[in-house]
Protein backbone atom coordinates (compact mmCIF):
# COMPACT_ATOMS: atom_id res chain seq x y z
CA UNK A 1 0.00 0.00 0.00
CA UNK A 2 1.19 3.96 -0.48
CA UNK A 3 0.43 6.65 0.85
CA UNK A 4 0.14 10.01 -0.77
CA UNK A 5 0.15 12.60 1.90
CA UNK A 6 -0.11 16.79 0.88
CA UNK A 7 0.69 19.87 2.07
CA UNK A 8 1.52 23.42 1.45
CA UNK A 9 -2.26 24.87 0.42
CA UNK A 10 -3.76 27.92 2.28
CA UNK A 11 -5.20 31.09 1.26
CA UNK A 12 -3.01 33.20 -1.01
CA UNK A 13 -3.88 37.02 -2.53
CA UNK A 14 -4.25 37.24 -6.48
CA UNK A 15 -0.64 37.39 -7.97
CA UNK A 16 0.45 35.57 -5.00
CA UNK A 17 2.83 32.55 -4.81
CA UNK A 18 2.74 29.11 -3.30
CA UNK A 19 4.48 25.73 -3.12
CA UNK A 20 2.39 22.53 -2.60
CA UNK A 21 4.46 19.24 -1.47
CA UNK A 22 3.29 15.68 -1.62
CA UNK A 23 5.13 13.01 -0.38
CA UNK A 24 4.42 9.25 -1.26
CA UNK A 25 5.08 6.50 1.47
CA UNK A 26 5.10 2.65 1.65
CA UNK A 27 5.90 0.16 -0.41
CA UNK A 28 7.36 1.52 -3.39
CA UNK A 29 9.67 -0.24 -6.06
CA UNK A 30 9.65 2.89 -8.26
CA UNK A 31 7.60 5.68 -9.15
CA UNK A 32 6.88 5.95 -12.59
CA UNK A 33 5.28 9.50 -12.57
CA UNK A 34 3.65 12.34 -10.15
CA UNK A 35 1.12 14.73 -10.97
CA UNK A 36 -0.64 17.30 -9.67
CA UNK A 37 -4.66 17.90 -10.93
CA UNK A 38 -7.15 20.35 -9.42
CA UNK A 39 -10.52 20.25 -9.25
CA UNK A 40 -12.66 23.93 -9.07
CA UNK A 41 -16.56 24.00 -7.58
CA UNK A 42 -18.50 22.97 -9.74
CA UNK A 43 -15.94 21.60 -12.28
CA UNK A 44 -14.00 18.37 -13.76
CA UNK A 45 -10.81 17.30 -11.79
CA UNK A 46 -8.39 18.77 -14.59
CA UNK A 47 -4.49 17.46 -14.81
CA UNK A 48 -2.20 20.98 -13.84
CA UNK A 49 1.10 19.61 -14.24
CA UNK A 50 2.93 15.88 -14.98
CA UNK A 51 6.66 14.95 -14.25
CA UNK A 52 7.87 11.49 -15.36
CA UNK A 53 10.73 9.64 -13.81
CA UNK A 54 13.22 10.25 -16.59
CA UNK A 55 11.82 14.60 -15.88
CA UNK A 56 10.01 14.40 -18.95
CA UNK A 57 7.00 17.46 -17.86
CA UNK A 58 3.70 18.03 -18.98
CA UNK A 59 1.96 21.22 -18.23
CA UNK A 60 -1.78 22.72 -18.78
CA UNK A 61 -1.71 25.92 -21.32
CA UNK A 62 -3.19 27.59 -18.40
CA UNK A 63 -0.40 27.39 -16.06
CA UNK A 64 2.93 27.45 -18.71
CA UNK A 65 5.40 29.79 -17.56
CA UNK A 66 3.71 30.36 -14.09
CA UNK A 67 3.79 26.82 -12.38
CA UNK A 68 6.83 24.34 -11.75
CA UNK A 69 7.05 20.80 -11.06
CA UNK A 70 9.78 19.25 -9.91
CA UNK A 71 10.58 16.18 -7.66
CA UNK A 72 12.91 14.78 -4.92
CA UNK A 73 13.45 11.48 -5.79
CA UNK A 74 15.37 10.55 -2.86
CA UNK A 75 12.12 11.58 -0.86
CA UNK A 76 9.73 10.36 -3.25
CA UNK A 77 7.83 13.79 -3.33
CA UNK A 78 7.03 16.02 -5.35
CA UNK A 79 6.81 19.56 -5.42
CA UNK A 80 4.25 22.56 -7.29
CA UNK A 81 5.46 25.65 -7.61
CA UNK A 82 2.56 28.25 -8.12
CA UNK A 83 3.48 31.75 -9.19
CA UNK A 84 1.29 34.80 -10.17
CA UNK A 85 -1.81 32.93 -8.77
CA UNK A 86 -5.26 33.76 -10.18
CA UNK A 87 -8.95 33.56 -8.15
CA UNK A 88 -9.96 30.99 -11.08
CA UNK A 89 -7.08 28.96 -10.24
CA UNK A 90 -9.10 28.31 -6.13
CA UNK A 91 -9.41 24.57 -6.36
CA UNK A 92 -8.31 21.46 -4.59
CA UNK A 93 -5.67 20.19 -5.42
CA UNK A 94 -4.46 16.61 -5.97
CA UNK A 95 -1.40 15.05 -6.16
CA UNK A 96 -1.28 11.72 -8.47
CA UNK A 97 1.48 9.28 -8.25
CA UNK A 98 1.74 6.27 -10.77
CA UNK A 99 3.84 3.95 -8.62
CA UNK A 100 5.41 0.15 -8.84
CA UNK A 101 5.22 -1.86 -5.56
CA UNK A 102 7.19 -4.37 -4.96
CA UNK A 103 6.15 -7.62 -7.18
CA UNK A 104 3.13 -5.94 -8.17
CA UNK A 105 2.12 -3.64 -11.42
CA UNK A 106 1.89 -0.16 -11.44
CA UNK A 107 -0.94 1.74 -10.22
CA UNK A 108 -2.39 4.94 -9.75
CA UNK A 109 -2.31 6.37 -6.41
CA UNK A 110 -4.14 10.02 -5.10
CA UNK A 111 -3.73 11.86 -2.07
CA UNK A 112 -6.62 13.24 -0.46
CA UNK A 113 -6.30 16.87 -1.65
CA UNK A 114 -5.12 20.49 -0.28
CA UNK A 115 -7.46 23.25 -0.87
CA UNK A 116 -5.71 26.34 -2.53
CA UNK A 117 -8.18 29.95 -2.41
CA UNK A 118 -6.91 32.58 -4.16
CA UNK A 119 -8.75 36.05 -2.83
CA UNK A 120 -8.08 39.58 -1.86
Known amino acids: QVQLVESGGCLVQPGGSLRLSCAAS????????MAWYRQAPGKQRELVARIRSGGNTYYADSVKGRFTISTDNAKNTVYLQMNSLKPEETAVYYC??????????????WGKGNQVTVSS
Open 26 to 33: GSIFSINT
Open 96 to 109: NAGVVGWGTAAYDY
